[in-house]
T-cell receptor, first 114, second 112 residues
Framework: GAVVSQHPSRVICKSGTSVKIECRSL??????MFWYRQFPKQSLMLMAT?????????EQGVEKDKFLINHASLTLSTLTVTSAHPEDSSFYIC??????????FGSGTRLTVV | ELKVEQNPLFLSMQEGKNYTIYCNYS?????LYWYRQDPGKSLESLFV?????AVKQEGRLMASLDTKARLSTLHITAAVHDLSATYFC????????????FGSGTQLTVLP
């Protein structure tokens, strides 16, 4: 079946620094990937949709200059949280869409900003 | 507004009992998903329901879809402790660029 590898699984960073999260589709090509944020005891909130080779589409209220998304190849999308602050601490999950497999989720990244 | 509503939000049940989680959505869709999430983990796909009247079963879980009522149910039969988790439904609405809209989730606790 389809596998999406997400790294790192956990990261702790200092306020003001940047963190990059990678999401790779291992055995299929994903033209579309989605990035979600999940706060404790809450549902998944879509942050942005990335399409290979084009600019990401951000949801209302999500700062595109703060959450940089790059989808440079059919198997890799990255989310960079720039100038991180404690309120950015959250669980970030990527999802890849492929016609045969539907939606496949990464294992998630727990970001803690101190 | 495109909305997906789940109820109940919290559910405690005794082992061996049956219960149903409900998922209502605001407008037409023919594609609904159920996921399970364990604490600290990502989502595990349970069911994909693609047409009106679709019913799928896996072990003690059974999901159904009524597109006319805009309602899906996840029925739990003879619950066991291992089913304790948070369950989400998610819908793809037409014109949404294939984005999933998630319900708020149902936190299920199965008590011995």
């Amino acid at each position: 079946g389809a596998v999406v590898s997400q790294h790192p699984s956990r990261v702790i960073c200092k306020s003001g620094t940047s963190v990059k999260i990678e999401c790779r589709s291992l055995d299929f090509q994903a033209t579309t990937m989605f990035w979600y944020r999940q706060f404790p005891k809450q549902s998944l909130m879509l942050m942005a949709t990335s399409n290979e080779g084009s600019k990401a589409t951000y949801e209302q209220g999500v700062e595109k200059d703060k959450f940089l998304i790059n989808h440079a190849s059919l198997t890799l999308s990255t989310l960079t949280v720039t100038s991180a602050h404690p309120e950015d601490s959250s669980f970030y999950i990527c999802s890849a869409l492929q016609s045969s497999y539907g939606y496949t989720f990464g294992s998630g990244t727990r970001l803690t900003v101190v | 507004e495109l909305k997906v509503e789940q109820n109940p939000l919290f559910l405690s049940m005794q082992e061996g009992k049956n219960y149903t989680i409900y998922c209502n959505y605001s407008t037409t869709s023919d594609r609904l998903y159920w996921y399970r999430q364990d604490p600290g983990k990502s989502l595990e796909s349970l069911f994909v329901l693609l047409s009106n009247g679709a019913v799928k079963q896996e072990g003690r879980l059974m999901a159904s879809l009524d597109t006319k009522a805009r309602l899906s149910t996840l029925h739990i039969t003879a619950a066991v402790h291992d089913l304790s988790a948070t369950y989400f439904c998610a819908v793809v609405f037409p014109g949404s660029a294939r984005q999933l809209t998630f319900g708020s989730g149902t936190q299920l606790t199965v008590l011995p």
